[in-house]
């Protein structure tokens, strides 16, 4: 929002400041450059004006001192001007060693012409004097350096870029200022949508009353969210009453079948019996296990998840050992992780437990951990006949499993509390043979 706003007010000022104070300036600039021309001439006519009593009549006079002296002090005290004033015949009558006069440059001005040249940094400016009968009694040379026109157009274009900085410079805090108060209702929507993600279905946000649009956005997130709390609550609610209501009949029908097998005459049957009622327990465990699971809205903390790693393997060692399946953890370095403690010793404890069993006697079954950039995976690899692209497509679906003992919960309840603690989990094909079970959390702090 921020970095939007302040583009499109940039740009807006670019545009303005290119449109308009670049013109701007190049037309002040040949403005300037006129002025000047035209005053140099203008003080080559004066001084010519006053020399025509000199070189018409002759005679000494002051004028031209006087009138010399003026223009110098109203020009900037004259500084780097020059005056050269020459008789009809080409003859220097003022300002001798001033090396104006040459030929070429008094030629025009004696044969009445008005002429301004430029000579390196330098304007140069010949003006005819008049004489008798309106006949050319000499020439004025003047000569002006560039430099203070040069000094008067960079500080207008030093004026013209200040403006343009005070002009971007405000066009940012007006940016930064107006995405601010753009983006805090959007802000206070985001937090109420992050915490109805991470589980808090009671987030709702605050409509603001500017601006209308994302008020409006506000009220249909409010609505939405209610709407989902809801739906949610009628889900979880009919699931934990359902598993709670099956449990008691369960049990009692486990009891009297087990009365009954004691005295029948044909005990596998029954054991086959109490098998399948062993495994319907389960399930109903599963759900209710899957009722708790997304009943979740613990925050996720920072978890050493090396150490959880050499806990878990201990744990396990003894299972793994009686089905003479080995049992490593391969992490070079501590690793942490950003998760609920208990969601990923579940996920582990469910992982490995799938290892161990599906990984025949001396295989072996590898739990890893490492870090990359902002994120921790967690791999727990196995020898295992492995799975099919199909099965691992919907492995983490409920009731989906290729075990005849098994549920389908395991791997759904593992998903959900990864998914609640901002993670991922994936299944995989390991080279050479068998499944790896890849967990993706946020990177918790070094």
Excluded: K
């Excluded at 290119?18 to 037309?27: D, E, I, K, N, Y």
């Excluded at 070429?104 to 009968?133: E, F, K, M, N």
């Excluded at 613990?298 to 090396?306: D, K, M």
């Amino acid at each position: 929002m921020t970095s939007r706003i302040l583009a499109a007010l940039l740009a807006l000022t670019g545009g303005l400041v290119l449109g308009g104070l670049l013109p701007l300036g190049f037309a002040m600039e040949n403005q300037h450059e006129r002025d000047y021309r035209t005053g140099t001439l203008t003080i080559a006519h004066t001084l010519a004006a006053a020399s025509e009593e000199r070189l018409a009549d002759h005679e000494e006079s002051a004028a031209l001192p006087r009138t010399l002296r003026a223009l110098r002090a109203e020009n900037d005290g004259g500084a780097g001007m020059a005056v050269t004033v020459v008789d009809d015949d080409g003859h220097t009558v003022i300002g001798a060693g001033t090396g104006l006069y040459t030929p070429a440059r008094a030629t025009p001005a004696l044969a009445g012409r008005t002429r301004l040249t430029q000579d390196g940094d330098r304007l140069i400016a010949a003006v005819p004097v008049s004489g008798h009968a309106e006949a050319v009694a000499g020439a004025v040379l003047l000569s002006r350096p560039l430099g203070p026109l040069n000094d008067r157009v960079m500080r207008l274009w030093g004026r013209l870029a200040t403006v343009a900085v005070v002009a971007v410079a405000a066009a940012v805090v007006l940016a930064v200022s107006l995405a601010r108060w753009v983006g805090r209702p959007l802000r206070a929507l985001e937090t109420a949508a992050e915490s109805l993600g991470t589980g808090d279905l009671t987030a709702r946000a605050a409509p603001p009353r500017r601006p209308v649009e994302v008020r409006r956005l506000a009220e249909r997130f409010n609505v939405m969210a209610t709407r989902l709390e809801g739906l949610v609550h009628d889900h979880r609610t009919m699931i934990a009453d359902v598993s709670h209501q099956l449990r008691t009949p369960l049990a009692a029908l486990r009891l009297r079948m087990e009365l009954l097998a004691t005295e029948a005459s044909d005990g596998a049957e029954f054991d086959g019996a109490l098998d399948e009622l062993a495994r319907l327990s389960r399930m109903v465990d599963g759900l209710l296990a899957v009722a708790r699971a997304e009943n979740v809205t613990e925050t996720p903390e920072h978890v050493a998840v090396s150490r959880m790693l050499d806990e878990r393997v201990e744990a396990w060692r003894p299972v793994a050992a009686e089905r003479g399946v080995r049992l490593s953890v391969e992490t070079n370095r501590p690793v942490a992780a950003q998760a609920v403690p208990a969601h990923l010793e579940q996920v582990i404890d469910n992982l490995i437990d799938n290892a161990l069993t599906a990984t025949p006697p001396e295989g072996h079954v590898r739990l890893g951990a490492r870090r990359s950039g902002r994120r921790t995976c967690v791999t727990v690899i196995d020898d295992g006949p492995g799975m099919s692209a199909e099965a691992m497509a919907v492995a983490f679906r409920r009731f989906r499993t290729d075990s005849p003992a098994g549920t389908g919960l395991g791997l759904a309840i593992a998903h959900r509390l990864i998914t609640a603690d901002g993670g991922t989990i994936e299944l995989s094909e390991t080279p050479g043979g068998g499944l790896t079970a890849t967990i993706d959390l946020p990177a918790g702090s070094r």
